[in-house]
């Protein structure tokens, strides 16, 4: 019998596991339905030695000193020395975005960009985030041309194909991800540190469960293993009494008794090319308003790749997740129904008192790779101060 029990191997498992088995002494049990760890940021040389993202493209950046210098215990790193930028491609023309003032000058005329400038930081100061919706309330007619502009050609046709809705149908958590930056600063992060483990998210996910007091089962549902009764759990039908953290789909855990929770999911396009570049030395190009994808990545770019033999690209497609085999969810979209739902079944987990929910689809919200890391931190932190 194990002490703890971490149902997925992403980042959420499996920092909390290594934080249970190093620091809380425990004898940790990983249960990974997928044959591999890593979660969606497992990466692999693809057949033609090009190291990919296969569930898409995965950057991390922080400016958490301490999450940095964890994750640094089990990796080097490739940090992108003048951060990761992204352009979007609006009808055959390349701009920087989040849309800056460098962009600004890229769309307006020299005169009236100047102008426009002035009126920006004096309405929201140097180096400010506005959100895209409260720009287009602005009074100043001129700053809402700004504020069309950018919803039109950067926000609208990608927000719907990306989430299948309008702007107004989507939760401002969401739309407050896509700021217009009075600066000039071209990142699409402003982060401290930014960039890709040096040899891959995988081997820095191998390093962190290589401890002696953790075994990982891939290629196994947590289900053939543990059953969840109303206030508590079996593993192996026996009573189990120690921690389990799940990092899985709430709704799944309970067979969506109360209804399927709303998910975009995505389909990845590889492509390998036999030439030198594809996206002329850019790591992404966001498609706003043409195209059936949102996004290419290539690949090369991404990860220090450049004096590779040939590039390896994937394009992405969102669609709505319907829980079939093979899909997989990616993005909670969160509106007050659909939190509504999800509170059901929090509701119904919290009546097991040793069951911890952790992570993007047991939280049923978004986290970045750092904010994630710190969550699974500190709940590693209580349980070992509890027990």
């Known amino acids: ?42 990466d692999a040389p693809d057949r033609y030695g090009i190291l990919v993202h296969l569930y898409g493209p995965h950057i991390f950046h922080t400016n958490m000193e301490d999450v940095f210098a964890y994750l640094s215990r089990f990796t080097e790193w490739n940090l992108y020395e003048n951060g990761h930028q992204v352009v979007a491609d609006v009808n055959g023309r390349r701009i920087p975005i989040p849309f800056n003032l460098n962009t600004l000058h890229m769309v307006y005329e020299e005169r009236l960009a100047e102008e426009l400038e002035k009126k920006l930081v004096a309405a929201y ?12 309330e602005n009074p100043d007619p001129q700053i809402r041309d700004i504020a069309d502009f ?10 719907m194909k990306q989430w299948g809705q309008t702007p107004e149908e989507i939760s401002p958590e969401v739309t407050g991800r896509v700021p217009v930056l ?25 390093r962190m469960l290589a401890h002696e007091k953790i075994h990982v089962l891939t290629g196994t549902d947590a289900g053939e293993l543990l059953r969840f009764g109303e206030k508590e759990i079996f593993y192996r039908d026996e009573k189990f009494s120690g921690e389990v953290i799940f990092t899985g789909a709430l709704d ?31 790591s992404v190009v966001n498609y706003t308003v043409s195209e059936e994808f949102t996004r290419i990545t290539e690949f090369k770019y991404l990860t220090g790749q450049e004096n590779a ?44 008192p040793n069951l911890y929910l952790l992570g993007r689809l047991a939280e049923y919200k978004y986290y970045n790779i750092d904010a994630m890391t710190k969550k699974a931190l500190d709940l590693a932190e209580t349980l070992i101060k509890e027990n």
């Open 1 to 42: 019998m194990y002490d703890s029990i971490v149902i997925g191997a992403g980042i959420a498992g499996s920092v909390i596991a290594r934080q249970l088995a190093q620091k809380g002494g425990r004898s940790v049990l990983v249960v990974e339905k997928r044959d591999h760890i890593g979660g969606n940021c497992y």
């Open 125 to 136: 100061g140097e180096g400010s985030r506005v959100p895209i919706m409260k720009l287009r």
């Open 150 to 159: 950018v919803y039109e050609n950067i926000f609208l046709h990608y927000t």
């Open 182 to 206: 009075i600066s000039y600063d071209n990142r699409y992060f402003q982060d401290k540190y930014q960039g890709v483990p040096l040899q891959g998210f995988t081997p820095m996910f191998e």
């Open 252 to 282: 799944e855990l309970y067979g969506c008794c109360y209804g399927r929770l709303p998910y975009r999911s995505l389909r990845f396009d590889f492509s390998h090319l036999d030439a030198d570049d594809f996206q002329d030395g850019r």
């Open 309 to 352: 033999d040939g590039t390896t690209i994937v394009r992405e497609y969102p669609f709505a997740y319907a829980g079939k085999d093979g899909e997989i969810p990616y993005y909670a979209i969160q509106n007050k129904e659909n939190e509504a739902l999800y509170e059901r079944y929090r509701l119904r987990a919290a009546q097991i």
